[in-house]
Every structure is written in structure tokens, then in C-alpha cells.
């Protein structure tokens, strides 16, 4: 019964680290879809706004090329000697300067417009990256706690298979015991500190960074021993 037990609570652990796992899945494609809407929504009103702007720049060509045409042709009439009245001249520059403080107008409004757009999709762009600087990082602490796990399995062996109250125990808390007090800390360092010698001095070698993981068993005795 008590196996059974466990098998079940196993069981439904693996269940729920799925469902986290499923759940977390759903999550990041609906994030990545929710950008991506945003995105296209974004550069579907930018190409309108830039399609506005090309419009208004052909209709200032338009206007410069009225401007020309009419001075060619008053060129032509003069020549003949036929001129229009000033009134003419006059209905003709105030109606030019008007469509030119309308259309200047409107460059102005669709600049801003398109600089808002740039800064909003640059925005999103500076979120997108951060987002997955966090997703690299997460991972990377991941790895390394994956790396820690398993060195300690090594260490300490299996915690599934050496519960809490197992022997080891005492052990494993004996040398963990730096990463929960900081007298006990210091008092390991000081012990270390005490045969740091250069890295080419003929009887020692430097401190190992991390812990020194056993070597593989090199024969079938030893690892029968090991399991």
C-alpha cells in the first residue's frame, strides 16, 4: 500500500509538472501571437501613413508643376501680347498658397504620426528583446541548477532514492553547510585560505572552483560497489 502510495504521488507530480509545462507552452505562443497582431497592426497603419505622405508629396509636385505651366504659358500669352488682369495673378497666388499651407500641413501631422508609430513599434521591439534576454537567462539558471542537481546526485547521490532522513544526511549538511551560515563560511574559507599556494609551486596546485566530482568506476568490481 505504501508503494502504491507513492507510485500514485509520483504519478500525479509528473501530471502536474505537465500541466505547468503545458500551461507555460500556451502562454508563450499566445504571448508571441499577441505581438505578432500588435506588430502587423502597427505596420499596417506605418505603410498607410507612408502611403498618405507619398500622396501628399506628388500632389506638391503637382503644384509646383501648376506653378511652372502657368508661368510658361503667361511667358507665351506675353509674348503675344496678350497678359491677364492682376486680379487673376493674385486668385491664382493666394489659391497656390493655400494648398501649400494645407499640404505643408499635413506633412507636418503625418510626420508625427509616423515618428509616434516608430517609437511605439521601437518600444516593442526593446520589450521583445528584453523578454527574451529573461527567457535565455531563466534558462541558463536552469541548466546550471540542472548541473547542480546532478553533481549532487553524484555527491550525495539520488534524493529520491536517499530521502532526508537518510544516513548521508549529516554528511550532505556538513558540507553544505556554507550556504546557510556565514560564521561557518568564513570558517572554511579561513581553513582553505590556509594552503593557497601559486599555481606553479611544486607541491601543491590551486583550489578546484566547484566541488570534485568522483571519477568513473574503471572496473566492474568498483562499480558493483558504486550501485
Known amino acids: 500500500k505504501a508503494a502504491e502510495k507513492e507510485e500514485k504521488a509520483r504519478a500525479a507530480e509528473r501530471e502536474a509538472k505537465i500541466d505547468q509545462w503545458r500551461a ?37 509636385e503637382i503644384l509646383h508643376g501648376l506653378e511652372k505651366l502657368r508661368k510658361l504659358r503667361k511667358e507665351a500669352a506675353a509674348r503675344k501680347g496678350v497678359c491677364p488682369p492682376p486680379s487673376a495673378d493674385e486668385a491664382f497666388e493666394n489659391q497656390v498658397e493655400s494648398l501649400k499651407t494645407l499640404l ?18 521601437e518600444g516593442e521591439q526593446e520589450e521583445e528583446r528584453k523578454r527574451e534576454m529573461e527567457k535565455k537567462q531563466r534558462k541558463e539558471r536552469e541548466k546550471l541548477l540542472q548541473q547542480k542537481l546532478e553533481i549532487d546526485s553524484k555527491l550525495f547521490g539520488d534524493p529520491a532514492e536517499f530521502p532526508l532522513a537518510h544516513l548521508l544526511q549529516p554528511f550532505r549538511e556538513y558540507y553544505l553547510q556554507a550556504e546557510h551560515s556565514v560564521a561557518a563560511l568564513i570558517q572554511i574559507r579561513h581553513e582553505w585560505d590556509r594552503f593557497l599556494v601559486p599555481a606553479d609551486h611544486p607541491e601543491g596546485s590551486c583550489i578546484p572552483p566547484g566541488w570534485v566530482l568522483p571519477s568513473l568506476p574503471t572496473n566492474d568490481t568498483w562499480a558493483t560497489a558504486v550501485r
Open 24 to 60: 507555460k507552452c500556451i502562454q508563450e505562443v499566445e504571448e508571441k501571437n499577441r505581438e505578432q497582431e500588435l506588430k502587423a497592426a502597427a505596420d499596417s497603419v506605418l505603410s498607410e501613413v507612408r502611403k498618405k505622405q507619398a500622396d501628399t508629396k506628388r500632389m506638391v
Open 104 to 121: 505643408k500641413n499635413r506633412t507636418e501631422l503625418y510626420e508625427a504620426e509616423e515618428r509616434a508609430l516608430r517609437v511605439m513599434l
